[in-house]
């Protein structure tokens, strides 16, 4: 078994704001290596933020 550092507290997990809605999004393992690139929740605000301009 790996040790990730994560034992269950999702509290402890790091999270910023969506640059769309302003949600705070906490930080996933698919985004381990690209989370400093991270700027929205979803694919709808990804799409909303794009067509805004």
């Given amino acids: 078994m790996r040790d990730t550092g994560f ?3 999702k509290a ?3 999270g910023k704001p969506c640059v769309a809605c302003g949600r705070v999004m906490t930080w996933r393992r698919h ?6 690139e991270v700027k929205y929740c979803s694919d709808a605000c990804r799409r ?4 805004r301009g």
């Fill in 7 to 9: 034992r269950g507290n």
């Fill in 48 to 51: 909303v933020k794009a067509s």
């Fill in 12 to 14: 402890a997990l790091p």
């Fill in 31 to 36: 985004w381990v290596k690209n989370w400093a």
